[in-house]
């Protein structure tokens, strides 16, 4: 169900990157464009966005990312095609892509990290908070996160970033958290952040996840921060301006997720999204357990 906001109507989603990690397939296709089951990784973060009542959605492409302009656009001779067979379904999903949302696109250019992909949005977002996510994450229609964290935004201003705890082993491979506790179970105050901390000086072991609502605050900083780790202008680095001196742009908190999140960017979790997506589908999910079962079952015996 699509959720109202008052003064929050836009989602950014960058999506320059080129997907080495997927490589070959990613050559000429956009990462976000691999499919999770039947449907484009892509299209979950923008039905995310629409479901909290983000209908404003502007993408931050890249080179070879026109096929994410396609996907989001009519096309008029495959539906007069589906129309003429009468194959209402498949009209129907084709056509939803297109109706989600008010897309909007702009270039990076010089992929220069996430805080530059979002300093591009700028121009569009102007004065008003707005929302981040990030196509690598996927999460469940179920857990509806991203509003979870909108009404924090509305309550308490500022911004709010969307936190999971780790292994501490892991912590290395996100931005990571130092936090207090407030009088939501559900909800911290972020007092520091930290891009890919060694385990042993990291502050927490919460690390943030691809769903930030900011302050347009972030947009000054973002100007004013050199680059950081990797050589790249870091999100994470201007959040811990903002979480550091309240008077820029409101304080930070943290919502803890713990529900079912999906990495789409590591290979082995973007498997592992697809067989659990499969299973709980109606269409899919009968006949595909029976033969994964077997199949597990036929595995576990030759071993």
Same mark, same amino acid.
């Given at each position: 169900?699509?959720?109202?906001?008052?003064?929050?109507?836009?989602?950014?989603?960058?999506?320059?990157?080129?997907?080495?990690?997927?490589?070959?397939?990613?050559?000429?296709?956009?990462?976000?464009?691999?499919? =999770?089951?039947?449907?484009?990784?892509?299209?979950?973060?923008?039905?995310?966005? =629409?479901?909290?009542?983000?209908?404003?959605?502007?993408?931050?492409?890249?080179?070879?990312?026109?096929?994410?302009?396609?996907?989001?656009?009519?096309? $008029?001779?495959?539906?007069?095609?589906?129309?003429?067979?009468?194959?209402?379904?498949?009209? /129907?999903? =084709?056509?939803?892509?297109?109706?989600?949302?008010?897309?909007? $696109?702009?270039?990076?250019?010089?992929?220069? /990290?996430?805080?530059?992909?979002?300093?591009?949005?700028?121009?569009?977002?102007?004065?008003?908070?707005?929302?981040?996510?990030?196509?690598?994450?996927?999460?469940?229609?179920?857990?509806?996160?991203?509003?979870?964290?909108?009404?924090?935004?509305?309550?308490?201003?500022?911004?709010?970033?969307?936190?999971?705890?780790?292994? *501490?082993?892991?912590?290395?491979?996100? /931005?990571?958290?130092?936090?207090?506790?407030?009088?939501?179970?559900?909800?911290?105050?972020?007092?520091?952040?930290?891009?890919?901390?060694?385990?042993?000086?990291? *502050?927490?072991?919460?690390? =943030?996840? /691809?769903?930030?609502?900011?302050?347009?605050?972030?947009?000054?900083?973002?100007?004013?921060?050199?680059?950081?780790?990797?050589?790249?202008?870091?999100?994470?680095?201007?959040?811990?301006?903002?979480?550091?001196?309240?008077?820029?742009?409101?304080?930070?908190?943290?919502?803890?997720?713990?529900?079912?999140?999906?990495?789409?960017?590591?290979?082995?979790?973007?498997?592992?999204?697809?067989?659990?997506?499969?299973?709980?589908?109606?269409?899919?999910?009968?006949?595909?357990?029976?033969?994964?079962?077997?199949?597990?079952?036929?595995?576990?015996?030759?071993?």
């Amino acid at each position: 169900m699509t959720q109202s906001h008052i003064g929050l109507s836009k989602a950014v989603i960058p999506a320059a990157g080129l997907g080495t990690r997927f490589l070959p397939a990613t050559k000429a296709t956009p990462k976000e464009m691999l499919p =999770v089951v039947d449907k484009p990784a892509i299209q979950y973060v923008v039905e995310e966005a =629409v479901g909290a009542g983000l209908s404003d959605v502007l993408m931050i492409t890249g080179r070879n990312k026109r096929p994410l302009e396609d996907h989001f656009d009519r096309n $008029y001779e495959l539906e007069e095609a589906l129309s003429r067979k009468g194959d209402t379904e498949r009209l /129907g999903k =084709v056509q939803e892509s297109s109706d989600l949302a008010t897309m909007h $696109y702009v270039r990076q250019g010089d992929p220069r /990290g996430l805080g530059h992909a979002v300093l591009c949005a700028a121009p569009h977002v102007g004065d008003e908070p707005f929302a981040v996510l990030l196509g690598d994450d996927l999460i469940d229609p179920r857990d509806p996160l991203l509003s979870r964290m909108v009404d924090i935004r509305e309550r308490e201003g500022g911004s709010v970033v969307a936190l999971m705890e780790v292994d *501490p082993a892991q912590v290395h491979l996100y /931005g990571c958290a130092a936090v207090e506790t407030t009088a939501d179970s559900d909800v911290v105050r972020v007092t520091g952040l930290v891009e890919k901390p060694d385990p042993a000086d990291a *502050p927490s072991n919460y690390a =943030v996840i /691809g769903r930030y609502v900011l302050d347009p605050a972030v947009f000054g900083i973002l100007r004013e921060t050199p680059p950081g780790r990797g050589g790249e202008i870091q999100l994470t680095d201007a959040l811990q301006r903002l979480a550091a001196d309240e008077s820029v742009g409101g304080p930070v908190h943290g919502v803890v997720f713990k529900g079912r999140r999906y990495d789409t960017g590591d290979r082995a979790d973007y498997l592992r999204a697809i067989v659990r997506l499969a299973c709980e589908r109606e269409d899919l999910g009968p006949e595909f357990r029976t033969w994964l079962r077997r199949y597990v079952t036929e595995e576990m015996q030759s071993l």
